[in-house]
T-cell receptor, first 114, second 114 residues
Framework: AQSVSQHNHHVILSEAASLELGCNYS??????LFWYVQYPGQHLQLLLK????DPLVKGIKGFEAEFIKSKFSFNLRKPSVQWSDTAEYFC????????????WGLGTSLAVNP | GAGVSQSPSNKVTEKGKDVELRCDPI?????LYWYRQSLGQGLEFLIY????????KSGLPSDRFSAERTGGSVSTLTIQRTQQEDSAVYLC????????????FGEGSRLTVL
């Protein structure tokens, strides 16, 4: 069965620090990959997605993620975080033919101290 | 409104009562999803509606759960004879056709079963 693992449940950083949130999935076929973000008091929204092509994808607010097929990973990165990046981050995966059943990680809570 | 609207935002009920949760998707979005998010858990897929096709109910946890979508727009999730383990945030998301997995989420309905 498909599963998504996010390695860090809680991350605390100071402003300007670099961020990398790990995401690994288990599925042998072709996948679509997503990162969603939930800011405090707001709804979930798409941060970035990968379907095909360049494995390095760029999203909103300076975030990027790299798909490494051999490692079944889709880690999220940002070179310099801001206080406003404090949020819950979710990695999600679907098989390429079945987008409706996104499989979600448990989320990573990021707190950025000013 | 411009986004996905869910009501009520909070619902407290007694064990054994029935509850209805409403979702008003973004106008023109053909796909509608219900998810459940429990404390410390990822998002659990419940049900998916796509246009006039038969809904995918494979995620509903028991026959106490049902959902309908009238006129291809508003959806209602009904939980009969609620149990304490039904306590969670119920999220609705919609998606335009061909979005490739980008979901637009509402703010959720928090259900507490006493």
């Amino acid at each position: 069965a498909q599963s998504v693992s996010q390695h860090n449940h809680h991350v605390i950083l100071s402003e300007a620090a670099s961020l990398e949130l790990g995401c690994n999935y288990s599925y042998g076929g072709t996948v679509n990959l997503f990162w969603y973000v939930q800011y405090p008091g707001q709804h979930l929204q798409l941060l970035l997605k990968y379907f095909s092509g360049d494995p390095l994808v760029k999203g909103i607010k300076g975030f990027e993620a790299e798909f490494i097929k051999s490692k079944f990973s889709f880690n999220l990165r940002k070179p310099s975080v801001q206080w406003s990046d404090t949020a819950e981050y979710f990695c999600a995966v679907s098989n390429a033919g079945n987008n409706r059943k996104l499989i979600w990680g448990l989320g990573t809570s990021l707190a950025v101290n000013p | 409104g411009a986004g996905v609207s869910q009501s009520p935002s909070n619902k407290v009920t007694e064990k054994g009562k029935d509850v209805e949760l409403r979702c008003d998707p973004i106008s023109g979005h053909t796909a509608l999803y219900w998810y459940r998010q429990s404390l410390g858990q990822g998002l659990e897929f419940l049900i998916y509606f796509q246009g006039n096709s038969a809904p995918d109910k494979s995620g509903l946890p028991s026959d106490r759960f049902s959902a309908e979508r009238t006129g291809g727009s508003v959806s209602t999730l009904t939980i009969q004879r609620t149990q304490q383990e039904d306590s969670a945030v119920y999220l609705c998301a919609s998606s335009p056709q061909g979005a490739g997995g980008e979901l637009f989420f509402g703010e959720g309905s928090r259900l507490t079963v006493l």
